[in-house]
């Protein structure tokens, strides 16, 4: 009964600022980390960071304008955008790391864009 449920996705500016928030369910909290995903059109998923709890790690694309935070009491999961581009575009998962379930949600979509 694993359900992870992506939300805060939208259109915003360039230059501007989006919190997205994963819901979790099940038992992967309690002793796997997590991360966040996108998958641009025409591209493949890609990780864009992961929090296992010893260390965080980040695509060379997003370093320095994303943070991946966690709170394990109400199970959930969330990345600060910052300083956005539209080459951020993309429709945005979370999922477990560094080994994601084959289940994956719906996403959340992010449009960047004047």
């Known amino acids: 009964q694993v359900q992870l449920v992506e939300s805060g996705g939208g259109l915003v500016q360039p230059g501007g600022s989006l919190r997205l928030s994963c819901a979790a369910s099940?038992?992967?909290?309690?002793?796997?980390?997590m991360g966040w995903y996108r998958q641009a059109p025409g591209k493949e998923r890609e990780l864009v960071a992961g929090y296992t709890g010893i260390s965080a790690n980040y695509a060379d694309s997003v370093k320095g304008r994303f943070t991946i935070s966690r709170d394990n009491a109400n199970k959930m999961v969330y990345l600060q955008m910052n300083s956005l581009k539209p080459e951020d575009t993309a429709v945005y998962y979370c999922?477990?790391?560094?080994?994601?379930?084959?289940?994956w949600g719906q996403g959340t979509p992010v449009t960047v864009s004047s």
């Open positions: 999922n477990r790391h560094p080994r994601p379930l084959q289940y």
């Open positions: 099940g038992d992967i909290f309690s002793i796997y980390g």
